[in-house]
């Protein structure tokens, strides 16, 4: 597809188990970003990939998760332990440039639930 | 610290009369921003967008409104539709970094 693609749509952990989520950017998109939005609230950035440049992940919540981008297209963000507070909608975006200067694009996004 | 704030968390219109949804930022730093719309179990969308040295940016039925002094944004929607309702997000590009700050969103509901 010509979209970002995220997988899985849908996830139901038990509290304590590791998740991996996976982003497909649009093809040709340097920059990959993850967001999170919570139940509530707005989107909370978590981490940046820009092309072979070292992420931005000041917006990690914990140790606990991790981003990785590999070949420059495909994202998986780990999260490990989870714990009820993790439930959110994990939005993956891309986008050619930098934000606001190229529109950036987000799939439909991943919706956790820790049990 | 909300840097990019909406304080309006919902907002109900008629058909065809005008939406107005507001957005208030902190950092003076920011110089530019955006308005996404979200669909439920969609990713939020692009809308439209304006740089701090404009004070209006318009495209079609959407027109956004900058005050710079104020540090307040608006988009006005003019005619509105049902096919408008949805949760709208401010947002602005970090300075110094590249990612995206946003508001925690505005439900719009447009009546038939």
């Known amino acids: 597809g010509a979209g970002v693609s995220q997988s899985p749509s849908n996830k139901v952990t038990e509290k304590g188990k590791d998740v991996e989520l996976r982003c497909d950017p649009i093809s040709g998109h340097t920059a990959l970003y993850w967001y999170r939005q919570s139940l509530g609230q707005g989107l909370e950035f978590l981490i940046y990939?820009?092309?072979?440049?070292?992420?931005?992940k000041s917006g990690l919540p914990s140790d606990r998760f991790s981003a990785e981008r590999t070949g420059g297209s495909v994202s998986t963000l780990t999260i490990q332990r989870t714990q009820q507070e993790d439930s959110a909608v994990y939005l993956c975006?891309?986008?050619?440039?930098?934000?606001?200067?190229?529109?950036?694009?987000f799939g439909e996004g991943s919706w956790l639930t820790v049990v | 610290d909300q840097q990019v704030k909406q304080n309006s968390p919902s907002l109900s219109v008629q058909e065809g009369r005008i939406s107005i949804l507001n957005c208030d930022y902190t950092n003076s730093m920011f110089d530019y921003f955006l308005w996404y719309k979200k669909y439920p179990a969609e990713g939020p969308t692009f809308l439209i967008s304006i740089s701090s040295i404009k004070d209006k940016n318009e495209d079609g039925r959407f027109t956004v409104f900058l005050n710079k002094s104020a540090k307040h944004l608006s988009l006005h929607i003019v005619p509105s539709q049902p096919g408008d309702s949805a949760v709208y997000f401010c947002?602005?590009?970090?300075?110094?970094?590249?990612?995206?700050?946003f508001g925690k969103g505005t439900k719009l509901t447009v009546n038939p």
């Open positions: 975006a891309s986008s050619l440039a930098r934000p606001g200067r190229s529109t950036i694009y």
């Open positions: 990939f820009q092309g072979n440049s070292a992420p931005d």
């Open positions: 947002a602005a590009p970090q300075g110094g970094s590249e990612k995206l700050v």
